[in-house]
């Protein structure tokens, strides 16, 4: 049986853990944006490693720009992807994914910067048409995923990345956490999910059309928790 000192050693040892972890987190560099859908509630963490995407997309917030658009295409295992201004009063069943302010960002490639689960990143028209691989000015995507062996890391280096290895820190993470390795060094990835996967996870198993738009409209709120 606990006896009254016990409980409140205990409460101190709780508290004192709390404490310790929300001190760690808040000395991780990089801005905080609170994402509100109407799934829940994801706190999205911005690298200062990709500044022309972080600044962007902070104007954007600021503008209020995301505010009630929607996930407009979710795939199970994949991704989740929002940011299209024409989703905003957009009627159900229409095609979505074409729109964005009149401007790209360039690319801000970074070799630590991978496609594991829970990463931001930004969509971005076809290499046809896009072979510098600008970003969008407003789409993103969020990185589900799924986890994957070594054969299948195999496959994905040798089919889909051209021969090019993936690092092998980046493999374990792969193996245990998951992600979209095909993507990597195609996409800029610059943030990621802080707290609320299970959101991601919820929204990417939304029933859809065959346009993988969900057939019940998620729309989405942001604010600045943090600045950079």
């Known amino acids: 049986m606990f006896n009254k000192f016990s409980i409140l050693l205990l409460l101190a040892f709780l508290i004192a853990c709390s404490s310790t972890r929300n001190s760690a987190t808040s000395k991780i560099p990089g801005a905080r944006v609170k994402l509100t859908t109407d799934s829940g509630i994801v706190v999205l963490r911005l690298y200062n490693q990709t500044p ?3 600044d962007n997309f902070i104007k954007l917030i600021k503008q209020h720009y995301f505010d009630s658009l929607l996930f407009h295409r979710v795939i199970k295992n994949f991704m989740i992807q929002g940011g299209d201004p024409a989703s905003k009063n957009a009627k159900p069943g229409i095609l979505l994914g074409n729109g964005g302010p009149s401007y790209t960002i360039p690319a801000e490639f970074d070799t630590s910067l991978f496609h594991k689960k829970g990463v931001l990143a930004a969509a971005r028209n076809g290499d046809n048409e896009n ?26 280096e040798t089919f889909r990345l051209k021969g090019r290895k993936i690092p092998l820190s980046h493999r374990e993470v792969y193996k ?16 990621e999910v802080e707290s609320g996967l299970e959101v991601v996870d919820k929204i990417a198993s939304a029933s859809r059309d065959s346009n993988n738009r969900p057939l019940n409209d998620i729309r989405m709120k942001m ?3 943090r600045k950079k």
């Open 52 to 54: 022309l995407h972080r």
């Open 176 to 191: 245990t956490i998951g992600g979209t390795p095909h993507l990597d060094m195609n996409y800029t990835v610059f943030g």
């Open 131 to 156: 072979p510098k691989k600008a970003s969008s000015g407003s789409q993103f995507y969020i990185v589900q995923g799924k986890k994957f062996t070594d054969a299948g890391l195999d496959s994905v």
């Open 223 to 225: 604010k600045i928790l």
